[in-house]
């Protein structure tokens, strides 16, 4: 009968010690995607499309990198919501997220993106 206590006990702790192990990682990763410094995002121009929204990618802002030969395509994660026009030309600050991509969606790098303004010439020409 002792024996059977003992073994009850031990199983007891194990499943409390997973349980509270558990808990902490979602505590420390809600605290982390919680943080918004404002040094970890970078400032740039782009321009709104959905050219490629047949393959998956909903919204894919597209950027000039700061090699000039180089486009990059970023795919924001959070909604543009009155921003989100094909062709807009934008300013804004963003951050990479170590996300995986949207299903079906190979073009681009997941991005946070804030601080959004329309820039003066409010399309691009295609």
Same mark, same amino acid.
């Given at each position: 009968?002792?024996?059977?206590?003992?073994?009850? $006990?031990?199983?007891?702790?194990?499943? &409390?010690?997973? %349980?509270?192990?558990?808990?902490?990682? =979602?505590?420390?990763?809600?605290? /982390?995607?919680?943080?918004?410094?404002?040094?970890?995002?970078i400032?740039?121009?782009?321009?709104v499309?959905?050219q490629?929204?047949?393959?998956?990618?909903?919204?894919?802002?597209?950027?000039? $990198?700061?090699?000039?030969?180089?486009? &990059?395509?970023? %795919?924001?994660?959070?909604?543009?919501? =009155?921003?989100?026009?094909?062709? /807009?030309?934008?300013?804004?600050?963003?951050?990479?997220?170590?996300?995986?991509?949207?299903?079906?969606?190979?073009?681009?790098i997941?991005?946070?993106?804030?601080?959004?303004?329309?820039?003066?010439?409010?399309?691009?020409?295609?």
């Open positions: 009968m002792e024996i059977k206590n003992v073994k009850q $006990s031990i199983i007891f702790s194990i499943i &409390l010690c997973f %349980i509270l192990i558990a808990c902490k990682a =979602k505590q420390t990763t809600t605290t /982390l995607a919680g943080t918004d410094t404002s040094a970890n995002f400032k740039t121009e782009g321009i499309s959905h490629y929204k047949q393959v998956g990618c909903e919204t894919i802002v597209i950027c000039s $990198s700061s090699n000039a030969n180089d486009t &990059l395509f970023l %795919i924001p994660m959070t909604p543009l919501e =009155k921003f989100d026009v094909d062709g /807009l030309k934008i300013s804004f600050s963003y951050r990479i997220l170590r996300v995986h991509n949207p299903k079906g969606c190979h073009q681009g997941p991005v946070q993106i804030s601080n959004i303004k329309k820039n003066k010439n409010k399309k691009a020409s295609q």
